[in-house]
T-cell receptor, first 113, second 113 residues
Framework: AQSVAQPEDQVNVAEGNPLTVKCTYSVSGNPYLFWYVQYPNRGLQFLLKYITGDNLVKGSYGFEAEFNKSQTSFHLKKPSALVSDSALYFCAVRDSNDYKLSFGAGTTVTVRA | DAGVIQSPRHEVTEMGQEVTLRCKPISGHNSLFWYRQTMMRGLELLIYFNNNVPIDDSGMPEDRFSAKMPNASFSTLKIQPSEPRDSAVYFC???????????FGSGTRLTVV
């Protein structure tokens, strides 16, 4: 079985401040981890993924995420948030033995000017 | 590439009517997924096709829902008869398989009145 938890429903930050969106996961095999972003009335857009290799992965729009195996976490980060980063963010995990991508409940990020 | 194409973007129908949602996957993507998104339940996987064959339809809520993939370039999700509780955004997503993530369409917003 596989599952994803996003412990925060909402994250509020000021523009220019660091942004962190938390994600923890559970899989029986090796994890493939993903972050997606959803803007209003749009589909989910791929941000970045971890498959193997370097634990720090960089993605679109200046986002990065760090894979931490011991803590089973894959937190999304951005050093300096923009108002345009305001959106709904989803963490997802795929067990290396499974076809299914399991999504977290999503975290709404609001960046105030 | 035009991405995953879904039609229609919006659908408003009366309770009891048949509704058909359409999806054109990205060429070369052999996995196709139908998701439903609501505020209450988040993202729910309805059905998964691999190489045009339905593999897992355990997420289909009831017999009123059916999905087909007659060929590699087309899939439909049908609701007959529709009910107000079916109102949601329905997403089609496709993938090249392991270890890739999914590419989502823009979704169909269904309103059943």
């Amino acid at each position: 079985a596989q599952s994803v938890a996003q412990p925060e429903d909402q994250v509020n930050v000021a523009e220019g401040n660091p942004l962190t969106v938390k994600c923890t996961y559970s899989v029986s095999g090796n994890p493939y981890l993903f972050w997606y972003v959803q803007y209003p009335n749009r589909g989910l857009q791929f941000l970045l993924k971890y498959i193997t290799g370097d634990n720090l992965v960089k993605g679109s729009y200046g986002f990065e995420a760090e894979f931490n195996k011991s803590q089973t976490s894959f937190h999304l980060k951005k050093p300096s948030a923009l108002v345009s980063d305001s959106a709904l963010y989803f963490c997802a995990v795929r067990d290396s033995n499974d076809y299914k991508l399991s999504f977290g409940a999503g975290t709404t990020v609001t960046v105030r000017a | 590439d035009a991405g995953v194409i879904q039609s229609p973007r919006h659908e408003v129908t009366e309770m009891g009517q048949e509704v058909t949602l359409r999806c054109k996957p990205i060429s070369g993507h052999n996995s196709l997924f139908w998701y439903r998104q609501t505020m209450m339940r988040g993202l729910e996987l309805l059905i998964y096709f691999n190489n045009n064959v339905p593999i897992d339809d355990s997420g289909m809520p009831e017999d009123r829902f059916s999905a087909k993939m007659p060929n590699a370039s087309f899939s439909t999700l049908k609701i007959q008869p529709s009910e107000p509780r079916d109102s949601a955004v329905y997403f089609c997503a496709t993938s090249k398989g392991q270890p890739y993530g999914y590419t989502f369409g823009s979704g169909t917003r269904l309103t059943v009145v």
